[in-house]
């Protein structure tokens, strides 16, 4: 009991850590948050997933040697409608995995891009400049569904002002 004849509540102290490791779990359900949105997120390289290919280089793991193309998807200007560049999506037969390319990126700016497969792996990466870049892989094996997207924009004062988008699902 207190002074004044009430039980005395239990005054609860939250310890600095505690503070801190919930500050930090919001941050990182914020960035996922908007990195699984609709828009892509600057992540430059971010990956997850619980397969070893899932965020793997296809060059790097030789996953890229016996790969092939499986669909094509246009990415549009979105002031004129116009095909600009292309979306190239590749399958490793070894592997079991999935990336794509983009070509032909004639805007200089960043190319965002992101893919996700249904087994939950996920790639999100941006890359500067002219011509092609791809992303990272998926593990996808056989018919698993996989979905992607790509922002091209200008350089300079335009950076954040996209200028093409494209995307797909297969």
Known sequence: ???HGNVAEKQHRTRPW????????????ALTTAMTGSGLAHADGASGGSNYYDGKDPAVTGCNVNASPIANRPIYDRYTG???ATIQIYYSWSCQANWFRVTGNRYGGNA?????????GWSNESDPGYGSSYTMMVYAPGATHIEGEVRL???GINEY???ASGSFTL
């Not at 505690?18 to 359900?29: E, H, N, Q, T």
């Not at 965002?112 to 939950?120: H, T």
């Open 1 to 3: 009991m207190n002074a």
């Open 18 to 29: 505690v503070k801190f490791f919930r500050s930090f779990a919001l941050v990182i359900a």
């Open 82 to 84: 116009e095909n600009v």
């Open 112 to 120: 965002n891009k992101y893919i996700a497969s249904d087994l939950g």
């Open 153 to 155: 924009y200008e350089p």
């Open 161 to 163: 002002n996209w200028m």
